[in-house]
């Protein structure tokens, strides 16, 4: 018996060794996953337990599809000149099939965003793309101008990703990873209409304006493609139960093939209704945090990017006698470049704000931190813009406006990143609803310069009109938003959390109801069997 105690003695002991080492690291590894936010289950198909590879990889296509309903919006732009002689109108007008794509992006995803919450972001993500791809061949095809704006009201329903991407970084990032993910999926956003002007200046130029429509298809085709083969599912509705501590299962072939299904709800309990249209941003619209960022943003956005897109052709046509290219290439790159650089500083700067915060708390700091980034893009926006109508007033070289127009979508780029992560940091679970109230904002009070900016320009003065703009995006916009600064946790603790906004919301919300009500009927059990046996105890005693 000793002999084979013995002889036992130190591989047994190894293998208690072995057993108490794994138990430790597996202890560790559900520590350190219990102090991410979101604490992610362990689950394989959750996103959060995804590799980082695969979420670039996800990320990239979201951000891709948000740069192409720019792309099919602004493409045309740089060829109003052209466009407007065959139909025989002015380059103003032009403009207008222009305007009605950018009040269609607002709109159309109040269509999307219920559906995408309910059968998943991949079917929207699809049958958006295809709806452009569809009406970018149309628009090609028009024989007069109001069958152009027809097929242009179509072609404004591409872009569910402006409202829905930001849901989607949410879906597969974790609280201190979005800053970065979320300027990425910005600036490729914004990049989609700033790159647009010089691949239309190009093909306007040498093909004829019908070819820059028929450019924009292919490209909606080819990512149509991409998309349906290398797309997964990001909607995951999280239970609340124990398992979200766990050492989750490595993501197999076999699950990645179940998300890239086309059909079927991420989760039988989602359900949709009709208060899931409409009504769901604009429920959100009460909440501060969620409307100033929103309101301050569209406005900036607008003055700085929407406004030179729908201005430029008949600007630079009248003051420097440029044709299609010169403008397409002058203005797409100023925009580009000023978009490019500002993501570089915003998303970098978010990041180091939120984890040197982190860091000194001990603990995710408030969303409020994160406000104090957009200095940089309050300060220089306002320049760029004074600097485009000052040097276009008084006739400069050419590089004066540009470098104005780059120096202000520098300072959009900071000020986007910065809203958004402050705003769907603030209601998570809202993300896709909050996303819909800044796209609708942006597009809608951008959808009006081209009606009155020319007008107002050419009877006050460029240098006035622009002076205007600076003033009411970066002062009596930015008000709000300072306080914000100063109070914004106040006002968010006392309204509360938003409830049953949407569909996932209201699956959650059930979820932690019953989870609630169950651990509250285990505790009155165990109160109840307690009590039963110190009655006992008393009664054996007598």
């Known amino acids: 018996m000793a002999d084979k105690t013995n002889k036992g003695g130190p591989a047994s002991e190894l293998e208690h060794t072995t057993q108490a080492r794994d138990v430790e690291n597996a202890g560790a590894v559900a520590s350190s996953r219990q102090h991410l936010s979101p604490v992610p289950s362990n689950d394989p198909a959750d996103p959060l337990n995804w590799p980082m590879a695969l979420k670039i990889v996800v990320l990239t296509q979201v951000a891709l599809l948000?740069?192409?309903?720019?792309?099919?919006?602004?493409?045309?732009?740089?060829?109003?000149v052209p466009l407007a002689k065959e139909f025989g109108i002015t380059t103003v007008q032009a403009g207008y099939q222009t305007t009605v794509v950018i009040a269609i992006n607002g709109i159309a995803p109040f269509l999307w965003i219920p559906l995408a919450n309910v059968y998943g972001r991949r079917p929207v993500y699809l049958a958006s793309t295809l709806v452009g791809f569809v009406s970018a061949i149309g628009c090609a095809y028009t024989r007069n101008f109001g069958q152009l704006i027809v097929a242009r009201v179509f072609n404004g329903f591409i872009t569910a990703a402006f409202a829905l991407g930001a849901a989607s970084v949410v879906d597969l990032f974790f609280f201190h990873q979005r800053g970065r993910a979320m300027g990425f999926y910005t600036v490729m956003m914004t990049n989609g209409s700033h790159l647009?002007?010089?691949?239309?200046?190009?093909?306007?130029?040498?093909?004829?304006?019908?070819?820059?429509?028929?450019?924009?298809?292919?490209?909606?085709?080819?990512?149509?493609?991409?998309?349906?083969?290398?797309?997964?599912?990001?909607?995951?509705?999280?239970?609340?139960?124990?398992?979200?501590?766990?050492?989750?299962?490595?993501?197999?072939?076999?699950?990645?093939?179940?998300?890239?299904?086309?059909?079927?709800?991420?989760?039988?309990?989602?359900?949709?209704?009709?208060?899931?249209?409409?009504?769901?941003?604009?429920?959100?619209?009460?909440?501060?945090?969620?409307?100033?960022?929103?309101?301050?943003?569209?406005?900036?956005?607008?003055?700085?990017?929407?406004?030179?897109?729908?201005?430029?052709?008949?600007?630079?046509?009248?003051?420097?006698?440029?044709?299609?290219?010169?403008?397409?290439?002058?203005y797409g790159g100023a925009l580009t470049i000023g978009g490019t650089?500002?993501?570089?500083?915003?998303?970098?700067?978010?990041?180091?704000?939120?984890?040197?915060e982190r860091k000194r708390l001990g603990r995710d700091p408030e969303p409020e931190v994160r406000l104090q980034a957009i200095w940089t893009g309050e300060i220089l926006l306002p320049i760029g813009l004074l600097i485009y109508g000052f040097t276009l007033q008084y006739h400069t070289h050419w590089f004066g406006p540009l470098f104005g127009m780059g120096?202000?979508?520098?300072?959009?780029?900071?000020?986007?990143?910065?809203?958004?992560t402050y705003s769907i940091d603030s209601y998570r679970p809202e993300g896709s609803d909050v996303s819909q109230l800044f796209n609708f904002c942006r597009q809608e009070i951008g959808m009006t310069f081209a009606f009155y900016a020319i007008p107002m320009a050419e009877k006050i003065g460029y240098q006035f009109t622009f002076l205007f703009f600076a003033l009411m995006g970066s002062f009596l916009?930015?008000?709000?938003?300072?306080?914000?600064?100063?109070?914004?946790?106040?006002i968010r603790e006392k309204l509360g959390k938003p409830n049953d906004i949407n569909a996932i919301d209201e699956t959650e919300n059930a979820e932690l109801r019953a989870s609630e009500a169950k651990l509250e009927m285990e505790s009155i059990a165990d109160d109840e069997a307690k009590r039963d046996a110190k009655d006992d105890h008393i009664e054996s005693a007598d």
């Open 407 to 420: 120096l202000a979508c520098f300072g959009i780029q900071i000020i986007t990143t910065t809203c958004y």
């Open 66 to 80: 948000a740069a192409l309903g720019g792309l099919n919006t602004a493409i045309i732009n740089p060829a109003y």
């Open 341 to 356: 650089l500002g993501e570089l500083a915003g998303g970098l700067v978010v990041d180091y704000i939120v984890k040197r």
């Open 477 to 490: 916009a930015f008000i709000p938003i300072a306080v914000l600064m100063w109070k914004g946790k106040e």
């Open 196 to 330: 647009a002007p010089i691949v239309g200046g190009l093909v306007g130029q040498y093909l004829g304006w019908r070819w820059t429509f028929k450019f924009a298809a292919i490209l909606d085709g080819v990512m149509f493609l991409i998309t349906f083969f290398c797309l997964p599912e990001t909607l995951y509705v999280r239970e609340n139960s124990s398992n979200q501590l766990a050492e989750h299962i490595p993501l197999s072939k076999t699950t990645y093939l179940q998300r890239l299904k086309f059909w079927g709800k991420p989760s039988p309990k989602l359900h949709l209704r009709a208060k899931h249209f409409i009504l769901p941003p604009l429920r959100m619209a009460r909440y501060p945090s969620a409307l100033f960022p929103a309101l301050y943003y569209a406005a900036q956005y607008g003055f700085a990017s929407i406004l030179p897109a729908v201005t430029v052709a008949h600007i630079f046509t009248q003051f420097f006698r440029w044709n299609t290219l010169d403008i397409g290439l002058a």
